[in-house]
């Protein structure tokens, strides 16, 4: 099977050191994770991780199945770029005096759709959000001004396909339902219980 970019999608609960016991999947299978971002998601309480990795689907498949193994995991999914809507952010830091002498700053902006976001008197840093290709285009266009720094941000994505992760606990809950609440037979009667 061939290597191919994948977006691995995991709902968790917020939990320490999940990020670690995640992380400790794809080193031991020598897997280089390209960008992972975490963010709450459309469910208060319920946190979910975007992982980026350049592997065969056959080894996506077992990662993802070690990941919903972990106490913590609600949910895995991968998918294609086709198959997802996705976005980096990007910012770059130039020389403000070489940018106002040599290049037509509205009109760079525009070309690239970037945004200035910090204007000062050293240095000026710009925003633009894209796929990786649109922020690397930008890159080569600002090295002869002297880019000073650049960062980029960690892959954010929608899968197309989804109702939303919401309605896939709803699914969840319907299939396997919560025990019901059953009040404790002992509730206030800590002195009929307990010898102190």
């Known amino acids: 099977m061939q290597k191919q970019e994948f977006t691995i999608t995991v709902y968790t609960e917020d939990q320490i050191g999940l990020l670690n016991r995640i992380a400790i999947i794809f080193s031991r299978r020598k897997v280089s994770i390209d960008s992972i971002n975490s963010s709450p998601s459309e469910i208060k309480g319920i946190y979910r ?7 065969t689907e056959e080894m996506v498949i077992k990662i993802c199945r070690q990941i919903e193994k972990q106490v913590d995991v609600l949910k895995t999914y991968y998918n294609t770029s086709d198959e997802i809507v996705w976005q980096e952010l990007a910012l770059y830091k130039v020389p403000t005096d070489e940018v106002a002498e040599k290049v037509q700053v509205e009109r760079l902006l525009r070309e690239n759709g970037a945004r200035a976001v910090v204007i000062r008197k050293d240095y000026t840093v710009f925003e ?3 796929h990786r290709e649109e922020t690397d285009a930008l890159i080569k ?8 720094e650049f ?11 989804s109702n939303g ?3 896939k606990l709803k699914e969840f809950e319907q299939l ?3 025990p ?17």
């Not at 991780?49 to 592997?55: A, D, G, K, S």
């Not at 600002?142 to 000073?148: A, F, K, N, R």
């Not at 960062?151 to 396909?161: G, L, M, T």
């Not at 019901?180 to 102190?196: C, I, M, S, T």
């Open 165 to 167: 992760f919401h309605e």
């Open 180 to 196: 019901e609440l059953v009040e404790n037979e002992y509730l206030n009667k800590r002195n009929e219980v307990f010898d102190y």
């Open 176 to 178: 396997a339902p919560g």
């Open 49 to 55: 991780f975007t992982i980026v990795i350049h592997e």
């Open 141 to 148: 266009v600002l090295e002869p001004y002297g880019l000073i």
């Open 151 to 161: 960062v980029r941000s960690a892959r954010i994505a929608i899968i197309k396909n």
């Open 128 to 130: 633009t959000t894209g």
